[in-house]
């Protein structure tokens, strides 16, 4: 059974920083292309980050370019994503989610999805 699991999201002030995890099991990670999406209530889930299987290729949103960086550790099966210069338009529902293909770097369609962890970032 594939089980994907978020964590580190939380309150934060505007400008601040926030790491979130990653794991996931059940699946060989290693051949995963790894995404972080984001959700508001009332918008689509959006791309945040792609990291290729091997972590050559990463691509970001526009919105998150220089100052949001994706990693992954294959050897522990966890995703990372280090935020900093937190806007309060940061603040949404973040998902990490597998994909068998990086797909030029869309993550989609995903495979597995972890149920989320909220950041908030006060203004």
């Known amino acids: 059974q594939v089980q994907v699991v978020e964590s580190g999201g939380g309150l934060v002030q505007a400008g601040g920083s926030l790491r979130l995890s990653c794991t996931a099991s059940?699946?060989?990670?290693?051949?995963?292309?790894m995404g972080w999406f984001r959700q508001t209530p009332g918008k689509e889930r959006e791309l945040v980050s792609c990291?290729?299987?091997?972590?050559?290729?990463?691509n970001y949103a526009d919105s998150v370019k220089g100052r949001f960086t994706t990693s992954r550790d294959n050897t522990k099966r966890t995703l990372y994503l280090q935020m900093n210069s937190l806007k309060p338009e940061d603040t949404a529902m973040y998902y990490c989610?597998?994909?068998?293909?990086?797909?030029?770097?869309?993550?989609?369609?995903?495979?597995?999805w972890g149920q989320g962890t909220q950041v908030t970032v006060s203004s």
């Open positions: 989610a597998a994909a068998a293909r990086w797909n030029d770097g869309s993550c989609s369609p995903s495979d597995y």
């Open positions: 059940g699946l060989t990670f290693n051949t995963y292309a």
């Open positions: 990291i290729n299987w091997s972590s050559r290729f990463t």
